[in-house]
């Protein structure tokens, strides 16, 4: 019966006010409506925005106890002895200069030391599908794209050849994140080469 009676007052009230100030009334709630939406938004965006920031101080202590220099996310469309075509991967440049392909819950080999790289290469979907050398890997996956020739497409993969246990090993991946660039892959992979190699004429 009380808040019965509360809401007939309000109703009473209302009818009571004169039509300036009823519209006074409507711009006062609008008003205070625009200042729990701007409230409740800039809570939500800081309240991801500290989400975002743990998500990426454990990405970082991960990285850093797994001595995890760089990594990219790709997805492998052949050559890879362990791995399946569309197998979604983690590309590894490891602190102790070695590249390593993790999947998690999957043998995917052992590291290999960045000296055993013979070739690393940046390309394109267009490069892909015009260098002869990889009509070999059209089989995996990259032909379904190729028939797509009227749609633009700007996906980037790394190309890479090196020797395992004597074995000449070529395979294809390609970026399935493109906020990280294939681009810096090969120029950290250049950069260890280089100190690598400066390291080895000193100690001759």
Known sequence: M???ANIQLLFTTIDDLSEE???MLVALSF???IILL???CKATAEETSKQTKEKEEKENLRRKAQNILTEIKLTHIGGHPYLQTNDNILFQIHKNNSIFFYKENTNTGQEIPINQLVKY???TED???RDATFTRFLIFGVASVAMQKKTQIHNEYLYLSYVQNGVNIECLLKNINN???VGN???TLNKIKIESANVEECTV
């Open 21 to 23: 100030g009823f519209s």
């Open 185 to 187: 892959i090969i120029s």
């Open 2 to 4: 009380y808040v019965w």
């Open 179 to 181: 906020e990280q660039c």
């Open 121 to 123: 290469e940046f390309k």
């Open 127 to 129: 490069q892909i599908q």
């Open 38 to 40: 701007i409230y409740v």
């Open 31 to 33: 008003i205070v409506f």
